[in-house]
């Protein structure tokens, strides 16, 4: 609808000139002012004149009939004034030509609108802490962060996406006194990041009896941060069995990073912004530790240094997002974690607008709710948080027991179970507005009805089987024809494809694209539903339907991987 809007804005905005030289309204003006109708009856889109009624000093439904009688545009098949409203109508030429047409040119490039060309986006998401569980909290920020980045690069953005993994701290002190003490090498190896858990909540447990030992993990971690050579190899190899587990993870989801920079990278890049801070007079002690002050702000003070002068969170952001603006040279700066570090960033944002920094206001906090889950206990060996391999692990299985029982046959019947399965997950979650809290049933997550993801692979799948009967026919040997209201419905619907990608990535939003791939779904289900494709004895109708199916597989196809659901073509 974007490029419909825009051609019936610039003739509106003539058009207006010519009924009263009064009336100065451009082409953007215009396109501001557009509204969609509440029911497509109605029209397509709406041109309110409630505005117009006092400069020219007449009712708003008398302008909008004058402006329905003298209004006509080659895009547009009917004009009709309502209530102070003029609604247009799209023409079924102006459809054909610049919506099925359009995405049988660009084909996967299509809904793009290039706008991020020249431009560089870092995407600071996922960043599990290393030996610490990887579970649902961290579901939000790998697929909204995933998510922006996918949309981000459709614009043409030249993305980096980075996964700052929490893979330094006092946890790794813990961690060799635990492993030193109680640990097995075969043991981490076989069982990976749950071994390394339950050293850290063994280590906690013990630590509860035995006060010492905490002193005793204070002594490792120091003996790390000075470069110990027995430590670091063990701090290498905790990071490594972390890191090939995620990374099975990451691959479910398609997911790969173009940094696993992490929170040890930046040891020796803070003391500069230190430096820095003090130098500009910002920093305060206070009670010993170093802090900024910004109760000018209404915030509580950023923390920099503790007492014993050791680096604080905040510290190692800063210094990650100066080395991030001298290595990318980013337009933009995206942090994607949950709603709990809201002030965290809005405090270390400050300090870098404090500091002098002019590209502080390129850096973006976006935050999401909580998730809990219901009904249904899912395993896991660490009580009482779920993992994010174990959600999945349950996902897949739960969809595998449906494959077997109404499509055993299928080929591939592991790797649809897994996109399937995956995918029910990531759409249910990414359904929502992020910032709200979900609670995560797996019931409804996974039902082939409703909102779901299986419901808009089962509709793409469709598409494919209809695709598949149709090969061996050359459907674009005739020109396409419109001949009932289902078939420029959906065309309508796939014309707002780029709406809803500039729109996702202003509000940082995902769950537009989401509820974008459900109207799609629901336009061509009805199409489907109503008409008859690939059997209709009408060549012209057949083919063309044959091409309106192909278009919304596209469509669905791009808009899938923009929210990290893969896609299958049978089901
Ligand atoms: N590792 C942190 C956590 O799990 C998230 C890191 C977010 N990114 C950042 N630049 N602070 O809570």
């Known amino acids: 609808m974007y490029n419909f809007k825009n051609a019936v804005a610039a003739d509106l905005s003539e058009c207006l000139k010519c009924i009263s030289s009064e009336i100065q309204l451009e082409k953007h003006d215009i396109l501001a002012m557009f509204e969609y109708p509440p029911d497509s009856t109605l029209g397509d889109i709406a041109f309110p004149c409630f505005k117009l009624s006092r400069i020219l000093r007449k009712a ?63 995407f600071d998401y996922s960043s599990p802490n290393v030996a610490k569980p990887f579970h649902i909290g961290h579901l939000g ?43 097995s090498e075969k043991q981490v190896e076989e069982n990976g990041v749950d071994e390394l858990v339950s050293l850290y909540v063994k280590f906690h447990h013990e630590a509860e009896i035995d006060e010492t030992l905490n002193q005793k993990a204070r002594n490792e971690f120091t003996k790390l941060e000075h470069g110990d050579e027995t430590n670091t190899k063990l701090w290498k190899w905790f990071v490594e069995i972390s890191l090939k587990e995620y990374q099975k993870t990451y691959k479910q989801l398609g997911i790969e990073f173009d940094s696993y920079k992490g929170e040890s990278f930046y040891t020796d890049k803070m003391p500069a912004q230190v430096e820095k801070l003090r130098n500009s007079g910002l920093l305060k002690i206070d009670d010993g530790a170093s802090i900024v002050d910004l109760s000018e702000y209404n915030m509580p003070p950023c923390l920099i240094l503790k007492k014993d002068g050791s680096t604080l969170y905040p510290t190692r952001d800063i210094a990650a997002a100066v080395y991030r603006k001298n290595t990318y040279k980013f337009d933009k700066c995206i942090y994607v974690t949950s709603a709990g570090q809201s002030l965290h960033f809005a405090q ?59 499509n055993p046959n299928l080929p591939n019947k592991e790797e649809v179970a897994e996109a399937v399965g995956v995918g029910s997950v990531v759409f249910y979650y990414l359904y929502n507005n992020r910032i709200k809290d979900i609670n995560f049933v797996m019931k409804d997550a996974l039902s082939f009805e409703g909102n779901t993801g299986p419901y808009a692979q089962y509709t793409y799948a469709r598409t494919c089987g209809i695709l598949e009967k149709s090969s061996g026919i050359d459907y674009n040997v005739t020109s396409p024809v419109i001949t009932v209201p289902e078939e420029a419905d ?30 799609v779904c629901g336009a061509f289900n009805k199409f489907y539903h109503n008409c008859q494709i690939a059997t209709n004895e009408d060549i012209n109708i057949r083919n063309t339907r044959i091409r309106l199916t192909n278009a919304t597989k596209t469509v669905l196809g791009t808009a899938f991987g923009l929210i990290c659901m893969k896609k299958t073509e049978k089901i």
């Open 60 to 122: 708003p439904p008398m302008i909008a009939k004058e402006v329905a009688e003298r209004f006509s545009s080659s895009v547009v098949s009917r004009v009709e004034a309502v209530n102070g409203y003029v609604n247009i109508f799209v023409s079924n030429d102006y459809l054909i030509k610049n919506v099925l047409f359009e995405i049988e040119n660009k084909k996967e490039k299509y809904g793009s609108d290039f706008s991020g060309v020249g431009k560089v986006a870092v």
């Open 141 to 183: 920020t790998t697929v909204i962060g995933h998510s922006l980045k996918m949309l981000h690069e459709f614009q043409g953005y030249e993305c980096v996406g980075i996964n700052y993994l929490g893979d330094w701290g006092t946890q790794f002190g813990k961690l060799i006194v635990a492993y030193n003490m109680w640990g």
């Open 348 to 406: 270390w944002f400050k300090v870098v607008e404090l500091m002098g920094y002019d590209w502080y206001d390129k850096l973006v906090h976006v935050p999401y709710g909580t998730v809990s889950i219901n009904g249904e206990k899912l395993a896991t060996r660490t009580g009482n948080v779920i993992l994010l391999k174990d959600l999945f692990a349950t996902a897949i299985e739960k969809v595998s027991e449906i494959i077997d029982e109404k």
């Open 490 to 519: 959906l065309l309508k619907v796939l014309s707002k494809f780029n709406e809803a990608v500039t729109g996702a990535i202003k509000d940082y939003e995902p769950s537009i694209i989401t509820r974008y791939i459900i109207d």
